[in-house]
């Protein structure tokens, strides 16, 4: 079955990075494009990137856009997101999805995603 394994969450100061790793298995993962979502409590999920299947173009979220770059590695069947001169409001649960096909759609789709990695940002 299609699993999604995020890690590499944690705490880190206002100016901080992080890097996000996610674990794919159960299908055939470059075939599909990828996504980051976020969560904060009371709050809807929030797209935060996408790339293609072939990593051959990504998009961000107005929010993240200059300071987050996400990657992925093919053979490894891994997603990544490097987050950089992150700030109080990055603050939530960090989700990756299978999007339904290869490319990221303008509107975002997702059929799976895994269990989150918590990244809190904080002095």
């Known amino acids: 079955q299609v699993q999604l394994v995020e890690s590499g969450g944690g705490l880190a100061q206002p100016g901080g990075s992080l890097r996000l790793s996610c674990l794919a298995s159960?299908?055939?993962?470059?075939?599909?494009?990828m996504s980051w979502a976020r969560q904060v409590p009371g709050k809807g999920l929030e797209w935060v990137s996408g790339?293609?299947?072939?990593?051959?173009?990504?998009r961000y979220a107005d929010s993240v856009q200059g300071r987050f770059t996400t990657s992925r590695d093919n053979a490894k069947n891994t997603l990544y997101l490097e987050m950089n001169r992150l700030k109080p409001e990055d603050t939530a649960l960090y989700y990756c999805?299978?999007?339904?096909?290869?490319?990221?759609?303008?509107?975002?789709?997702?059929?799976?995603w895994g269990q989150g990695t918590q990244v809190t940002v904080s002095s």
């Open positions: 999805a299978k999007n339904l096909g290869m490319v990221v759609p303008t509107t975002p789709k997702y059929d799976y």
């Open positions: 159960g299908f055939d993962f470059r075939s599909y494009a």
């Open positions: 790339i293609h299947s072939d990593g051959s173009a990504t």
